[in-house]
């Protein structure tokens, strides 16, 4: 944990200046304003080519802030910024052609079918994917014919991931991928995000489905009122509060254990970073008393608890300021 009084905390070596070979994104101390808001305060990142990387936070974190200034949608008041070795602020069709974003809403004309939108899409690009392998990849092959306007919200979904895809971008930004998904299609969603990413694709994934970051993130950074709070990989996150979690209850309410402390629920539960001493501690006083430990568990914290624990009271609370103006830099 940082004892130097900021609350950052890197285990994965970015907060150092590496070079930018390598790195699809590079981003150092980033600031954005829309006028009293501070939404984004000092954000550094940096995301390795290749990779797919989880920017997870509550709502008004400067997630989406992020994400439009780095994909060039959002002008930035201060910082540097290089994505596929571009300054967004300057980029041109050429750069924007290698980029991909998959936003919360997109607007497709409703009366076109899914194989018309795709087609039109792909007139945009120098070498689109060809319309048969982008619908087999996001599960569109039956809906080739269906109008946009009657597709299901995860229909819809897909649609817009194809859209993004028609282009093969080198840096895909997905923002909540999977909102809407049922099981089946988000498992679908996750294979394709994975099989991206094996073909060389660097996905910058926004999402607070944490099981998604889990599931699919190499690393993960974690934003709270537009500061980074914590990024490294996902179990190199669980360091932050101790390796392992021993919990377990026990059978006389009366007595204490000489471990860890109880939540709401009567269960008991510590961190530890090597748990052989506390357990031996612990088994040795129940032995000694008397006491059952019932239910004994020893883990590595989740990604929630992590999340959890680094956004604090902030997730309590939705930060998104009353007025949001329509501002969009190009
Ligand atoms: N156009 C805008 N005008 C004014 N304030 C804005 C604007 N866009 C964002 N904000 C404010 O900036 C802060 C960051 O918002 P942002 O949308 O980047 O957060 P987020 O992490 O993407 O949130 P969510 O998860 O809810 O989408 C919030 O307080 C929000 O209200």
Redesign the pocket.
Known sequence: MDTTGSPTVSVGGTQTSPSTAGLAVLVRGLERS??D?K??RGVDLAVVRGEVFAFL????????????ILAGYRHRDAGKVSVLGVDPARADRAWRARIGIVC?ETALDEYLTVGETLSMFARYYPSPRPLGELLAMCGLSDLAKRRVGVLSGGQRRRLDVAVTLVGRPELLFLDEPTTGFDVAARRAAWDLIRQLRDAGTTIFL?T?NLEEAEALADRVAV?VG?RIVGEGKPSELATLMGRYRISFTIDRPGETPPVGHPDADGRWSLAAEDPREPLKCLVDWALAAGVELADLEVRRPTLEEIYLTLTGAATAG????P?????HAS
């Open positions: 829309y006028g808001v939404a984004v936070g509550p709502n008004g974190a400067g997630k989406t802030t992020t994400v439009e919360q926004t607070h934003i537009g939705d930060q998104r300021s007025a949001r103006a329509e501002e």
